[in-house]
């Protein structure tokens, strides 16, 4: 008898639990959100006088689980995309990683 109270108890929490699971929203959610992660990172890593040399930041979405948001190095005056530092952010995570020079 023990056992099935405790089953009848634990199954509304375990439904809860999945549903809430299915309807997580992204952490990172649009293309603003992930230029001010990623410049944030950015200036903490080389600091506002580089970052500011290299703007506009580049931000990718074509990967459909990362935002990419690069330092734009300039050649001949307009930037260049790739061969500048990255920051990979995870939409769903949050989660990133920095990259130091991309192809």
Request: charged fraction near 25%.
């Amino acid at each position: 008898m023990r056992r099935t109270w405790t089953i009848v108890l634990l199954l509304p929490t375990l439904a809860f639990a999945s549903d809430a699971h299915q309807r997580h929203r992204d952490y990172v959610p649009d293309k603003k959100a992930a230029e001010r992660i990623g410049e944030a990172v950015l200036i903490g890593k080389y600091g506002d006088e580089r970052v500011n040399l290299e703007r506009p930041l580049l931000v990718d979405d074509s990967n459909k689980d990362y935002w990419i948001v690069q330092m734009a190095p300039r050649k001949n005056g307009m930037p260049a995309i790739g061969g500048g530092p990255a920051v990979w952010i995870n939409k769903h995570s949050g989660c990133l990683q920095v990259m130091e020079h991309m192809k």
